[in-house]
Every structure is written in C-alpha cells, then in structure tokens.
C-alpha cells in the first residue's frame, strides 16, 4: 500500500501522561500536514513541513504540542502532559510541493482518548 | 482568508433520491476546492476537485459538483442515492499552506 499511513490507529491514555504518534507520508510527497478533528467538527490544520522544515504552526498547537520530521521523511507529534481535551482525532496528509492546487492525501488518522 | 460554509448539519435522503450537498465558499483568489467524504473512524478521501479547468467536476462513486463563481457555490451532488453513500462529508478549500474545512454534513440514506 502506498497511501498515506499512521500508527498506532486508537490510543488511550490518562491525563498527564505523554503520547506520541507516527505518520508515514506517500513516498515521493515532500509537504506533510497535521490536523486535529474533534467530534462533528472538520479538521482542523496544526501544522505543515515541508521537506524537514516545519514551516508553520497554528494558534491551536499550544506548547505541549511538538512535532518533528527529522529526515523529511515520516513525521511524529507528540502531546506532552495530555489533557481531556486533546480527545480528538488526529490526522496526517501529504502533498507534493509542486502541486498547485496543494491536493491533500489523508491518512486513516489516530483516534487519541484522554482519560 | 479564505473558508468554507457546509448549510445543512445533516442531510437524510430516501434510498435513489437526489442527493444534494451545499458548500459555499470566501475567496480573494481563485480557489481551489475539494469535496472529502469520510467514514466512520476513517480518515478522509477524495471525492473531486476543482482547479478551474472546467466548473461541472466529475468525481468518484458517480458524485459531481458544480463550481458557480456567480454564486461562490461548489454545491456536491449525486443523482440516486445508495446506501453505501451514507457518510460525513466535508467541503474544503485550498489555502496557501493548508487546507480549510467546512463543519462537515452527514448524510443519512433510508431504505
């Protein structure tokens, strides 16, 4: 399968506790992305790299939020001291910098429970 | 800035009726719109995109949508309506760095 992959699918945790979560990006995509959908709502963008360079970060990724792509390759976000708020699930999608409508492939996401 | 507004929370349609799904969009470009459909506990797929090439876009499982500049609409249709449709589907547009999201409409099929 070549399609956009994440790992672990569901992950249940207790509030304070350290999460971290694995996006591997269609091979040849350089752009990744990461969103946050909450129950009934559209997803909502965190971040976007582009290569191994995280250009940008929305207001939403507050300071227990971090996020790498070290070889510009997969990608992890981690959420420190999780809280019950960061129930949501959270999605990965890839593009190719050179596509100008920046047409997104989604992964399959990880559903995070915060107990 | 630009985004999208899906009317209509939730939408039920009888088993072979027209479906019917209602996005409107705010741009001070030339947008680029997406219809995604996601089911439960899936993440999302393409349903179609329009890129300016030609404003009726066909896409897949027999979907379409019109882009009416006139009328900032990119409404999603489907002329008979099967009960693998039912789904979440989601209006977005294409922004500079990242993709805006409407609130999403799930559609309901009966028998």
């Known amino acids: 399968d070549t399609g956009v992959s994440q790992n672990p699918r569901h992950k249940i945790t207790k509030r304070g506790q350290n999460v971290t979560f694995r996006c591997d990006p269609i091979s040849e995509h350089n752009r990744l992305y990461w969103y946050r959908q909450t129950l009934g709502q559209g997803p909502e963008f965190l971040t976007y790299f582009q290569n191994e360079a995280q250009l940008e970060k929305s207001r939403l990724l507050s300071d227990r939020f971090s996020a790498e792509r070290p070889k510009g390759s997969f990608s992890t976000l981690e959420i420190q001291r999780t809280e019950q708020g960061d129930s949501a699930m959270y999605l990965c999608a890839s593009s190719l910098a050179t596509s100008g409508s920046n047409e997104q492939f989604f992964g399959p996401g990880t559903r995070l429970t915060v107990l | 800035a630009q985004s999208v507004t899906q009317l209509g929370s939730h939408v039920s349609v009888s088993e072979g009726a027209l479906v019917l799904l209602r996005c409107n969009y705010s741009s001070s470009v030339p947008p680029y719109l997406f219809w995604y459909v996601q089911y439960p506990n899936q993440g999302l797929q393409l349903l179609l995109k329009y890129t300016s090439a030609a404003t009726l876009v066909k896409g897949i499982n027999g979907f379409e949508a019109e882009f009416k500049k006139s009328e900032t609409s990119f409404h999603l249709t489907k002329p008979s309506a099967h009960m693998s449709d039912a789904a979440e589907y989601f209006c977005?547009?294409?922004?500079?760095?990242?993709?805006?999201f409407g609130a999403g409409t799930r559609l309901t099929v009966k028998p």
């Open positions: 977005a547009v294409s922004a500079i760095n990242d993709m805006r």
